[in-house]
């Protein structure tokens, strides 16, 4: 799928409408159940927003954007598909080992709801041609979780300043992360770079496409690369 296909191609929002209403059933229900009501996060905020918005973007376009899209095969899709969500799993150990969750998270198999949620991104994004789509339900993911799933009771004035800490913290953290994803383009680009190299059919034919897919490849990676520094 060509960067221009990614964002140009045509959804059928009604397809993917019951991945949506699964999501809200699944977390809405889940936040009943230990809150014992529904309660909306007293902490929601601009930074929540920020995160929102970086998380979702970059890491599906690194994710499946690139690397899935770059290792993808037509008879082997769920070997691709597997392979992403190990990697997606592993970019989320930063954050965890920050929060004191890492060994937690596997003791009470929390980390299978990340694997469940990259294959259905992957899937996602291969079906429609799109990847405004995986985008759109990341994003609504971590919108319910930041709303229903951070409720903090009222807080002293100190303790309001370690919530700032912690959020400083997060950010931070989410930079790391970014860093590591940016490793990871730079492995995926240079192992497309071999397969292009290696490619034997006749190049002067298909000269336009490419140099097209190399030089978007080039000022994508650039850019990560620019941003996360």
């Not at 909306?40 to 690397?67: A, D, H, K, P, Y």
């Not at 991104?121 to 229903?148: C, E, G, M, Q």
């Amino acid at each position: 799928i060509t960067l221009k296909e990614m964002f140009s191609s045509e959804v059928n929002w009604l397809k993917y409408l019951p991945v949506f209403i699964i999501f809200t059933i699944y977390l809405l229900g889940g936040a009943i159940l230990q809150n014992g009501k529904l309660t909306i996060s007293n902490n929601f905020g601009f930074e929540n927003v920020i995160s929102l918005l970086f998380v979702g973007l970059t890491e599906e376009l690194v994710f499946r954007g690139w690397l899935l899209n770059l290792t993808v095969k037509e008879n082997k899709k769920w070997i691709s598909i597997c392979i992403n969500a190990l990697l997606f799993l592993v970019i989320h150990f930063p954050i965890w080992i920050q929060e004191g969750v890492f060994i937690s998270n596997f003791t009470s198999f929390g980390f299978l709801s990340i694997l469940i949620l990259s294959v259905i991104f992957s899937w996602t994004f291969i079906k429609s041609r799109n990847i405004l789509v995986p985008i759109a339900l990341h994003t609504y993911w971590n919108l319910l979780i930041d709303l229903f799933f951070w409720y903090i009771p009222p807080t002293s004035r100190f303790q309001s300043a370690r919530l700032s800490l912690y959020y400083a913290v997060k950010i931070f953290t989410y930079s790391a992360r970014f860093s590591i994803v940016v490793s990871f383009i730079a492995l995926a680009v240079d192992w497309w770079y071999n397969q292009l190299d290696k490619l034997e059919f006749d190049k002067t034919k298909y000269k336009g496409e490419y140099r097209y897919e190399k030089s978007m490849l080039c000022i994508g990676t650039d850019t990560y690369i620019i941003y996360a520094l």
